[in-house]
């Protein structure tokens, strides 16, 4: 009996009655993690991971019918037995097992397997079925450490500075600009954000993770000496907008996996790209589908084709599954996302 299956509302489970991040309203969600595509507003009742729940409560209304689990800590709906276990992606993000007559099946939502010290890091699960993402599912995809991206982004924000320039550093505003801000050399210089970026750094802070001080961007004026040293972290959505002329001279850069391609950072038109993913690349795809030891393999979201066939000539039974999850990495995907009203210096 399959666990999981495709309906138009999202991926289902028959036995236990739930879906797994609905795309349509539906009475019961396990939800995996906060990001737009995978968590949306109008769900009866949801379930997630609690180091979540700061994150879905902000994003979705803090009145959502929302209850949570620990990491490893278990229900049973309907027969199913269902736990959370960590996905490495973003904050709460969450892997979900269910075990149904000694069946074992694993739906990953996105998953990252290198440790970034923002989230709990990926664990893999043992299972008989693993529904796997595959954004980045293409052997042309493998990431350098990130510790060289950093000394990378660090780098070109201390010549910036040398040379007196802002250093405008886009990176989409939940997961990624947390990861760099955790990340970065935070004494080359002040670090200033957009409004869409603050609200998700006191939800990580709150979570204890250790984020710098940042500045509220606007409260700067266009002559403040601060801005001539300062890195600023935005949504790319902020890029080309009246917000930036408050900048003055700076040099732009854009964090992404897609970074790797020389034809998007071309498209983007920025300064620099730095690869950097919350995603597994094609080796940590490939690792973490064989370290759950299943035999049979459901391909969702990215590259489902490539990495189908690839799976299929090592001896696994590998099916596309059909979703309507996006990519918050991908340009064409990342919706404008307004700026609040200002937030009267918010932070550290
Ligand atoms: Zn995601
Ligand atoms: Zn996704």
Known sequence: MDLVIARPEGLYCPPGDFYIDPWRPVERSVITHAHGDHARTGNEHYLAAAPGEGILRSRLGQDINLQTLAYGESITHHGVKLSLHPAGHVLGSAQVRLGYQGEIWVASGDYKVEPDGTCEPFEPVRCHTFITESTFGLPIYRWQPQSEIFAGINEWW???????????LFAYS?????RILHG???????ILVHGAVEPLNRVYREAGVRIPET????????????????LIVAPPSAGG??????????SDAFASGWMML??????????????????????????????????????????VAVLVRYLRELGLDAQGFSTEYGDEEDDAAVKTEPEPESTGGASS
């Open 215 to 230: 500045h509220y961007a606007g409260d700067f004026k266009k002559t403040d000496p601060a801005l001539r040293s300062a």
């Open 241 to 250: 907008s009246t917000w930036m002329r408050r900048f003055g001279e700076f």
């Open 184 to 190: 970065i050399d935070s004494s080359i210089g002040p």
């Open 174 to 178: 939940f997961g990624k600009a947390q």
């Open 158 to 168: 201390r010549s910036n500075a040398a040379a007196g320039k802002a250093s405008v």
């Open 262 to 303: 020389r034809g998007t950072r071309r498209r983007r038109g920025v300064d620099r790209g730095f690869a950097l993913s919350d995603h597994a690349d094609w080796p940590g795809l490939l690792w973490a589908i064989e370290n759950t030891g299943a035999e049979r393999v459901m391909v969702t979201h990215g590259s």
